[in-house]
């Protein structure tokens, strides 16, 4: 994780103080519109403060009543304006620091790029780029827009977009080609051909997303607003109805008190938190350094059933390496690990380093100089298969079973049992067997393999608890691929991979009604990523990869997916929790105003009001205050969310209810009364 | 509250269970067009029907054109009606020699036997023909039952079905609802009520002498056949005005039971339908524990209120062991009355064995509230599960985000469009509900139709439009409703409950079938648990209360405060 993680405060001075600001601005209608719930409370407040002006000219005895009914209402949009600019507020100071290494550096567009000896090149602004073009960028220029690098290498500096403060190298060809505008080339040059529009590049969207701008309703988020508008159309029937069913009952009833029932019935809690739970969703998975390119993205990772990863590189290292020794009978294992050292003391490949560091390591060979003693190193080439090197008289070999077999002038079947028998068992187990030789005697074998990462098996238990099944995807045969994932705790794995493969395992899947993640660098990938519902690429992956991803992990850490999709689940779970907080409070809210509404046509409505509230006025102005403080009390929660423990769905559920639910019929009784002690206490009602 | 009387309610709703579930089963067969046991002897009529009626029965339809076949369907029926009982005067079949129906009574009772209510605002046995009866009511009676179950098969296939653009075939539905479960259960049922004592004939009435000397006038007519599907459809149009409380209607406890038992039997059944056609009984028994949850309480409540009886009486020196007698009849007792009570309004069946509203205040706010749930529990024949369909979607969705998943029903997974389906056909009720009361609470030409002042004279108002819009059809009386004013507006808000509920189901139905099932894993929330049916009973009760607190406060809810501090209406 970069250090930009957990960085920022829940509130900040500065962060409170424009978001104060922007709460008064947000009551335009204009705005309030997109908030059907708040909506109706600004309309009903609007009313209620006419009300109060005719009071207060006519010197009614209700006027301090109404004055204060319209004045909480009032809040009651201000807070939950306030909710949501300062979720705005927290996300555009991240922009903001975006921003600033967006500087708008000339560009140095090639007059001829087709000619790559040619480097004459022009000054542009990096606004007027445009697709297609090839620029020039050298050691200390920033790169001015999102591309692929057609010629050089260079060392760039991401940590703008990464946090991450070591270089990265980039290179023309392969998977390391994709640049983003705004980074800094710290040494050599690079071509880079532009990809994308000024104004959309990749850093473009970030900032537009974090901001808020482009942020749209998340299909979930919709399906709740309906939710939520249909209650309110709901609760303004009751309402409006109440007021000729008490007519007849011989009450009339005030606008004031009837608006009062209204908005502490309406879900203003969930109504009023909605748009900022949804922009901290998306600030949370910028913080874990994921970008997504929409907030149907995050949803859809909550949803994910089934996660493809690539093998190499996500759940091994992607290097064959040497685990163990196993020598013949008459051979001990430290004779065989000081061959196997000195034989691939000049091999620099992965494998050969892997032995020399396990020889050392595992086997407590020395630190051999051997510089003094005149070896001659022999290289591994396609015909011999194998390499070594010949030193103080002695020839040691290591390579492939039967090469070495060969160099030693021995067969298989004259060679020791345990030999055969070590052989057999590497490449059960989906290993590779690498025989080692000193002259003519065949000293063991070393055993090549796949190593899975330490952490990774207990990353997809995790995500197993979470119903997501995983699988892996590699290029080894089935022996192999079977081995590793059994030993990285995959549930399934496609052997032998073709892009046709993965495809129609994608295809199959989703056939059986799965949602299919796929992570990994999107090399040669390009159907399977398509067809896949949420993709997250790499940051250190192709640009194409990165354009077709719905993420992309600035880390370059495949297994983060368990990070985005617990924060897409989050986000629901905090949405749903509150409405159902939202919704089971208006269970007090009615034993509160209903006998208050009638006491005075029947005094015996009084048994229903079980909070024993003072007066009538004081219960409704009490449910009122509630119901505005409410939101204010749950913007932390709103912006942390709510946290998400691998359980299982009833679990998960039970838990939920019984703090939101039931909390949420237990809290206002026990909010209300108090309010309205104070209320009475200071005389207000 | 006695032990015997407790177990006469177990045994019936015992009785119920166990013909529900092969009913049940049986009725997933019809709708899936399978060979069934009767097949031999019905299949050849099925498809003499189709030959007569000339169109393919597997040719399959969308949702729409399935919806607009229904409403044409249910147009034509009306307008038949209502010219049978306009031009009544002048048809045969009138051995009493009754005059045509006035234009709104007309009105009012079309549309109530269409939709299934059988609300009415007449008294049968003195204003409606035996033509008018058996052709037109009773025929009625039927296709208004197979409308429901066709409608319920719909929102079934929804989630039976995985990505289809069809829904089923209307017409096919309707001719194997009737024909292979509503007729032949109908005649079983019939037969067992005339075995208890019910008339049928085609006479028109006998004079009787009674004992002082008086010469009286005893109605009769064809009262056992429409007594069975009365029941059975849960549609509760009496053939008497006095409808099941009525001597020949509901003779005896044996009648009395059979009728509870009939009324119930293909509500019950049809979760059992639900989950073997989704390829799941457990969601079918979670429903139905849901509903019986529900309906049991309801029966403790009211058993517990009528028993109480009313503090008032005892006062006045009346004998009060027995509790509230009042408007109950002695030959089914306290227990069979309860039952009686909580089943006709959990239904929408709406036929009584008692005056609802001689019930105590809280004994009434038990059957008003039911109605006011939706008519879910367990409901009209077929709205009773297409009705908690949309429920256990509202319940599913709260508890879909709650667990951090796109909320997904069966597998189904429910988004934007499917929530405004859902929340329109909920807002209907409420609607056509609250807003009738409330102007009628206002208008003096309405109230000018109570018997009673106060709270009371409330209840009786929210309890017709409540009856209306719910389609039960059952009276709390003390309402004089034969006025044009209240013909017109019950007769909309029955109209509004029926089909301004039912086309937005129908549309949340197609859109659900169109959309593919997706597998269940360890993050779904599992829909056939305790916690489901815990969270979906919570969902009923918290939507409804919220909905009507306010308006039920200022009905039974202030009247029993009242009646407990001295004051009657």
Not at chain 1, 309 to 327: E, Q, S
Not at chain 2, 207 to 212: G, Q, S, Y
Request: proline content about 4%; overall charge neutral.
């Amino acid at each position: 994780m970069s250090p930009r993680a957990n960085s920022a405060p829940l509130f900040d001075a500065g962060i409170v103080k424009t978001a104060a600001v922007d709460a008064v601005r947000k009551l335009s209608p204009r705005s309030l519109v997109r908030n059907p719930v708040m909506f109706v409370t600004g309309v009903v407040a609007a009313v209620v403060t006419l009300v109060f002006a005719r009071d207060a000219v006519l010197g009614s005895p209700d006027t301090l009543f109404t004055g204060q009914i319209a004045a909480w209402l009032w809040f009651t949009v201000l807070f939950a304006n306030f909710a949501e600019a300062i979720a705005e507020g927290r996300g555009k100071a991240q922009a903001d620091e975006l921003r600033k290494t967006r500087s708008d550096t000339p560009a140095k567009v090639l007059l001829h790029p087709d000619d790559a000896n040619d480097d004459l090149w022009e000054k542009v602004s990096a606004t007027d780029l445009r697709v297609g073009d090839v620029v020039l960028v050298e050691a200390g220029d920033f790169i001015p827009a999102d591309g692929e690098v057609v010629e050089g290498i260079a060392s760039v500096n991401e940590s703008a977009i990464t946090g991450e403060s070591a270089p990265v190298i980039r290179e023309s060809g392969g998977d390391r080609s994709a640049v983003t505008g705004g980074t800094e080339v710290l040494s050599d040059w690079i071509k880079v051909k532009v990809t994308a529009k000024p104004g959309s590049s990749f850093l473009d969207r970030m900032i537009a997303l974090v901001e808020g701008a482009e942020r749209q309703k998340t299909p979930n988020e919709l399906a709740l607003s309906i939710l939520l508008s249909g209650m309110t159309l709901i609760f303004l029937i009751a309402v409006t109805t109440l007021w000729g069913l008490a007519g007849y009952s011989g009450t009339v009833l005030p606008i004031t008190v009837l608006v009062a029932l209204l908005v502490t019935l309406i879900p203003t809690t969930i109504g009023g938190l909605l748009s900022a739970i949804g922009i901290a969703g998306m600030d949370r998975l910028i913080r874990f350094n994921v970008v997504a390119t929409s907030g149907r993205a995050v949803e859809a990772a909550g949803d994910v059933d089934t996660l493809l990863l690539d093998k190499t590189g996500t759940i091994t290292y992607g290097n064959r390496l040497a685990t163990a020794f196993i020598p013949v009978p008459g051979v001990s294992e430290t004779e065989l690990a000081e061959a196997a050292l000195l034989s691939s003391l000049s091999d620099e490949t992965p494998e050969g380093r892997s032995i020399v560091a396990l020889a050392k390591g595992n086997y407590g060979q020395s630190e051999t100089d051997v510089s003094g003693r005149q070896p001659t190193a022999i290289a591994f080439s396609a015909q011999t298969r194998l390499s070594g090197i010949d030193i103080d008289g002695r020839s040691v070999r290591k390579g492939a079973v039967d090469a070495v077999l060969g160099y030693a002038g021995q067969t298989m079947d004259g060679a020791a049992s345990a030999f055969r028998d070590a052989v057999e068992a590497i490449s059960q187990s989906g290993g590779t067997p690498l025989a080692v030789a000193e002259g003519n005697k065949l000293l063991g074998v070393i055993h090549l393999k796949d190593v899975v990462k330490p952490d990774i098996k207990a990353r997809f238990a995790a995500l197993r608890a979470m119903g997501i099944k995983t699988v892996m995807v590699t290029g080894d045969n089935p022996v192999t691929a079977a081995a590793i994932a059994t030993e990285a705790g995959v549930d399934d794995y496609i052997a032998e991979a073709t892009p046709q493969d993965k495809l129609a395992y994608i295809k199959s899947e989703q056939a059986k009604g799965r949602l299919i993640a796929m992570c990994g660098d999107g090399t040669n990938d390009a159907p399977a990523w398509a067809q896949a519902d949420v993709g997250v690429a790499m940051q250190t992956g192709t640009q194409a990869a990165r354009e077709a991803g719905n993420m992309v992990d600035l880390d370059s850490n495949p297994t983060k997916l368990i990070e985005v999709t617990e924060i897409g689940k989050q986000l629901l779970m905090t949405r749903g929790s509150l409405t159902t907080f939202s919704i089971a409070n208006d269970v007090a809210k009615y034993f509160a105003i209903i006998p208050a509404l009638f006491l005075a046509t029947y005094p015996q409505l009084g048994a229903l009001n079980v909070m024993q509230l003072s007066t009538p006025q004081s219960a409704i102005l009490s449910a009122v205050i509630f119901n505005a403080l409410v939101i204010i009390a749950l913007i932390p929660l709103a912006l942390k969310g709510i946290a998400y423990r691998p359980v299982g769905a009833a679990a998960l559920l039970r838990r939920n209810l019984l703090v939101y639910g039931l909390g949420g019929l237990v809290v206002p009784f026990i909010g209300i009364k108090l309010i309205d002690l104070a209320v009475s206490a200071l005389h207000l009602a | 509250m006695t032990f015997i009387g407790w177990l006469q309610i177990a045994a019936v709703l015992l009785a119920v269970l166990v013909a529900a579930r092969p009913l049940g089963l049986y009725m997933a067969k019809v709708f899936q067009s399978e060979r069934t046991l009767l097949s031999p002897v019905l299949a050849p009529l099925e498809r003499a029907v189709y030959a007569a009626a000339g169109f393919k029965p597997e040719r399959e339809q969308t949702w729409l054109s399935y919806t607009l076949a229904m409403l044409l369907f249910n147009a034509i029926g009306f307008l038949f009606l209502y010219v049978l009982m306009r031009l009544q005067g002048v048809l045969p079949g009138n051995p009493q020699g009754f005059a045509g129906v006035s234009p709104d009574l007309a009105f009012n009772t079309a549309v109530s036997f269409v939709t299934n209510t059988n609300w009415q605002s007449y008294a049968g046995e003195t204003t409606m023909s035996h033509l008018v009866q058996m052709t037109g009511l009773t025929v009625q009676n039927f296709l208004s039952a197979a409308t429901g179950m066709a409608l319920a098969c719909v929102a079934i296939r929804a989630f039976a079905r995985s990505g289809t653009t069809t829904v089923g075939n209307f017409w096919t539905d309707m001719v194997r609802a009737t024909l292979y479960v509503l007729l032949p259960l109908s005649i079983v049922v019939a037969v067992a009520f005339l075995l208890t004592g019910l008339p049928q004939t085609l006479a028109a009435s006998v004079d009787a002498t009674t004992l002082d000397g008086a010469k009286q006038t005893i109605a009769l007519g064809p009262v056992a056949t429409q007594e069975a599907i009365k029941q059975l459809g849960t549609n509760g149009g009496g053939f008497f005005n006095a409808n099941a409380a009525h001597p020949l209607e509901n003779p005896n406890a044996w009648s009395n039971m059979l009728s509870i038992w009939s009324m119930l039997l293909i509500a019950a059944a049809f979760p059992f339908t639900f989950g073997k056609m989704v390829g799941d009984v457990r969601q079918g028994r979670a429903l139905l524990i849901a509903m019986a949850v529900l309906l049991i309480s309801a029966v403790t409540i009211v058993y517990w209120a009528e028993t109480s009886g009313n503090p008032l009486l005892a006062t006045a020196g009346v004998e009060a062991t027995a509790g509230n007698m009042e408007g109950k009849e002695l030959r089914f007792g306290q227990a069979m009355s309860a039952l009686y009570v909580v089943v006709t309004t959990g239904l929408s069946c709406g036929a009584v064995n008692a005056m609802h509203d001689s019930l105590t205040p809280l004994g009434g706010l038990v059957p008003m509230f039911l109605i006011q749930l939706g008519e879910i529990l367990p409901g009209g024949v077929g709205s009773g599960l297409y009705g908690i369909l949309v429920m256990a979607i509202l319940t599913v969705f709260v508890a879909g985000l709650m667990v951090g998943r796109t909320p997904e029903y069966l597998g189904k997974k429910i988004e934007a469009r499917e929530m405004k389906l859902a929340m329109l056909a909920v807002l209907v009720l409420p609607l056509a509900i609250l807003v009738f009361t409330a102007i009628s609470a206002m208008l003096p030409a309405a109230l000018s139709s109570l018997n009673n002042a106060g709270p009371h004279g409330l209840s009786e108002l929210l309890y017709a439009y409540s009856s209306a819009a719910g389609n039960n059809g059952s009276a709390f009386a003390g309402l004089n409703a034969n006025t044009p004013w209240f013909n017109t507006t019950l007769g909309i808000a029955m109209l509004l409950g029926r089909f301004a509920y039912v086309v937005p189901v129908m549309a949340l139905a197609g859109s659900l079938m169109a959309k593919k099932k997706t597998s269940s894993s360890q993050g779904t929330f599992p829909t056939h648990g305790l916690l489901f049916i815990g969270l979906l009973v919570g969902v009923i009760l918290i939507l409804g209360g919220l909905q009507y607190f306010p308006a039920l406060a200022l009905g039974p809810i202030v009247e029993h405060f009242l009646m407990h501090a001295g004051q009657t209406f």
